[in-house]
């Protein structure tokens, strides 16, 4: 079973920066997406970024300009560069990772880690 593990989460004040990891416990090449979700109080999870198997990049248009998913080929990592933080910026922010075959998408999910931005 595939595991993604997140870190980097903290506190920060806004307009300050934090970077996310994520470390899949398989390579991601097995991957055809990989990114980042997040999901604030009482609110449903949303896409913050993605990356795919070809490098290109889809970001929310919240955070276009702030936010910058990348990977690591060597690490076997996912980063995402979070600059110039904003409260609404404050969540959850999940790893995920996607593969497809033949018409099937499976989902994985990390735990979370969570990200404070104070106003």
């Known amino acids: 079973q595939v595991q993604l593990v997140e870190s980097g989460g903290g506190l920060v004040q806004a307009g300050g920066s934090l970077r996310l990891s994520c470390a899949p416990s398989?390579?991601?090449?097995?991957?055809?997406?990989v990114g980042w979700y997040r999901q604030a109080t009482g609110k449903q999870r949303e896409l913050v970024a993605t990356?795919?198997?070809?490098?290109?990049?889809n970001y929310a248009d919240s955070v276009k300009g702030r936010f910058t998913i990348s990977k690591d080929n060597a690490k076997n990592t996912v980063t995402l560069q979070m600059n110039s933080l904003k409260a609404g910026d404050t969540g959850v922010y999940y790893c995920?990772?996607?593969?497809?075959?033949?018409?099937?998408?499976?989902?994985?999910w990390g735990q979370g880690t969570r990200v404070t931005v104070s106003s």
């Open positions: 398989a390579s991601f090449f097995s991957f055809n997406v």
């Open positions: 995920y990772a996607d593969q497809y075959y033949e018409g099937t998408h499976t989902a994985f």
């Open positions: 990356i795919t198997d070809g490098d290109s990049t």
